[in-house]
C-alpha cells in the first residue's frame, strides 16, 4: 500500500493501490476491474482539497491521471479548447498563453488538475463572473461500468449539469472542453484600507470593479483589498520588476509571513500582535500583467481552511458576527480571511447555483488549533444558508445539504443511474450525499 496526503494534511490514506493509466483505454480496464471485484476507486487529483473528498476507502485503490495531461485540441477561432484531466491549470495557463488564449476567471491557486478544480467548484472572484465550472463546454469521463461518456448542454444535459461540479461521484472525467477568451491584460491594484471603510463600500465596489476580493486579517483594523480590472484589447502589460514580485511575494507574503505564522505557532499569545503586524505591513502595489500571472499567486504557507458561499446580501451581517467571534475564541487565528464575490449559475451543486455569492473562506496556520474557529463559523453560515465548499472543511451531511441545494436529489438520480453500486463513492461522499440510490 502507498500512502498517499493531502496539501495541507488533513486528510491522509493507504490506497490499496494508485493507478496511474497512461491512455484512456488504461483508465477504462482499471475502473471495470475495480467495479467486477465490487471495489471503490477515487481520483486524486493534486491533494488541494482540504476535505477528504479525495481519499480513498481503506483497501481501496486510487488513480492519478497525471499522465493525461495536455491540449487535445484548440479552435483560436471559437475560443473552445479540449485538455486532458490531469493537466494543472498552471501548465494549462501556459499553454493557452502561447495560443493566444485565457481562462476568464480563474481562483487564487494553480496547483489543481482541471478535474479536480471543476469537480470541487473551485472559484475566483468577480460579480459578473461564474466559477471555474462555468467555463465548461463539454467534458467525457469514464463510468463505472468502464464507458467512455461525453456530456455538453445539447448531449445528455442532465449529465453535464451534474458533472461540471460532480465531486467525482458520476465517473473520471478524462477531458475538458472549456470556452477560453482572446488573452487579455488584467490591470491589478492592490494594497490596504480601512477594514471599516471596505465593509461599508464593499457592495458597490464589487459591482464596479471586473475581480475585487479583500483579506481581513482578524486582529487588525485594515483590509488589504485587491481590484483587478480587465484592459482593452492590445494594451500593454507593465508587470512588476522582478526585484519588486520576488520582495512582495516572495519574501513577504511567502517567508517573511511564514516566519511570523511560526513564531505564533511557538509563543499563541503573541498572535494578536503579529496578526495586526501583518494587516499595518501591507504595501500598495499597482501594475498590469497577462490575466493568469495576476489572478494566480504561489503559496508556500500551508494552511487549513474552510469557505462557505452565502446569498451576497448576507455577508455584511455573516462578517460582522465573525468579527465579533474571534476575540472569544479559546485558540487565536493566525491567518486572514478572505472574501469574493460570483454570479450565479445553473449548475446543480455548485455553491453558487441559482443565486448571486459571496464567499468568506476562514483559515488556521497548520499545525495550530482550527477545530472551535471552523465549527462557530459554520453555525453562523449555515444560519443564512450558507453553502460549504466541497473541498473545504465543513461538518455537513446530505440531509441538511439537500435543504440548501434545489437539484440535489436530481444529482442523486444520475449518480444512481451511472453508478449503482458506489464504485466511485467513499466516506465522504458517503456523508455528503448519502447512499448511492
Known amino acids: 500500500m502507498t500512502p498517499w496526503t493531502n496539501w495541507a494534511g488533513t486528510a491522509s490514506t493507504h490506497p490499496r493501490r494508485i493507478h496511474r493509466p497512461s491512455n484512456i483505454d488504461e483508465l477504462r480496464a482499471v475502473v471495470t476491474a475495480v467495479a467486477d471485484r465490487g471495489g471503490r476507486i477515487r481520483p486524486v487529483g493534486s491533494g488541494h482539497s482540504f476535505t477528504a473528498i479525495a481519499a480513498t ?66 472559484h475566483g472572484t468577480g460579480a459578473a463572473f461564474g466559477g471555474l465550472a462555468t467555463q465548461v463546454a463539454a467534458l467525457e469521463l469514464v463510468t463505472a461500468d468502464g464507458s467512455l461518456v461525453r456530456c455538453s448542454p445539447d448531449e445528455r444535459p442532465d449529465l453535464f449539469a451534474a458533472a461540471r461540479v460532480g465531486l467525482g461521484a458520476l465517473g ?53 483589498v485587491k481590484r483587478n480590472t480587465r484592459c482593452a484589447p492590445g494594451t500593454p502589460a507593465r508587470p512588476l520588476s ?27 499569545r503573541l498572535v494578536p500582535t503579529l496578526g495586526a503586524f ?47 467571534l474571534v476575540p472569544t475564541l ?11 464575490v460570483a454570479a450565479a449559475d445553473d449548475i446543480w451543486l455548485s455553491t453558487a447555483y441559482g443565486r448571486d455569492s459571496a464567499y468568506v473562506a476562514v483559515h488556521q496556520y497548520v499545525g495550530m488549533p482550527y477545530e472551535e474557529y471552523f465549527e462557530a463559523f459554520a453555525e453562523i453560515a449555515d444560519s443564512v444558508g450558507g453553502r460549504p465548499h466541497w473541498g473545504k472543511l465543513h461538518p455537513l451531511g446530505a440531509d441538511r ?33 448519502g447512499p448511492v440510490g
Open 278 to 324: 501583518a494587516a499595518s505591513a501591507s504595501s500598495t502595489r499597482r501594475y498590469s500583467d497577462a490575466a493568469h500571472r495576476v489572478f494566480a499567486t504561489r503559496r508556500t504557507v500551508r494552511f487549513v481552511e474552510s469557505e462557505y458561499a452565502v446569498p451576497r446580501e448576507s455577508l455584511l451581517d455573516v462578517l460582522d458576527r465573525l468579527r465579533a
Open 172 to 224: 473520471v472525467i478524462t477531458s475538458v472542453t472549456l470556452r477560453c477568451e482572446p488573452a487579455f491584460v488584467l490591470q491589478a491594484h492592490e494594497g490596504p484600507l480601512p477594514l471599516d471603510e471596505v465593509l461599508a463600500s464593499f457592495d458597490e465596489l464589487a459591482d464596479r470593479e471586473d475581480h475585487v476580493e479583500f483579506y481581513w486579517f482578524p486582529y487588525g483594523r485594515t483590509a488589504l
Open 242 to 268: 522582478a526585484v519588486r514580485r520576488f520582495v512582495d511575494y516572495t519574501l513577504m507574503e511567502n517567508v517573511a509571513f511564514g516566519a511570523l505564522c511560526r513564531l505564533g505557532r511557538a509563543v499563541p
Open 57 to 122: 476507502d481503506p483497501g481501496c485503490d486510487a488513480v492519478d491521471l497525471g499522465a493525461l495531461s495536455g491540449l487535445v485540441s484548440a479552435d483560436v477561432e471559437t475560443g473552445l479548447v479540449t485538455v486532458r484531466a490531469g493537466t494543472t491549470l498552471r501548465r494549462l495557463n501556459a499553454l493557452l498563453d502561447m495560443l493566444g488564449l485565457a481562462m476568464t476567471n480563474l481562483g487564487d491557486i494553480d496547483a489543481q488538475t482541471v478535474a479536480g478544480s471543476i469537480s470541487t467548484g473551485t
Open 330 to 340: 479559546r485558540h487565536p487565528v493566525a491567518f486572514p480571511a478572505e472574501i469574493r
Open 401 to 433: 445539504l439537500r435543504e440548501l441545494y434545489p437539484r440535489f436529489d436530481d444529482f442523486r438520480r444520475v449518480r444512481a443511474e451511472l453508478d449503482p453500486q458506489g464504485v466511485f463513492g467513499n466516506a465522504y461522499l458517503d456523508r455528503v450525499l
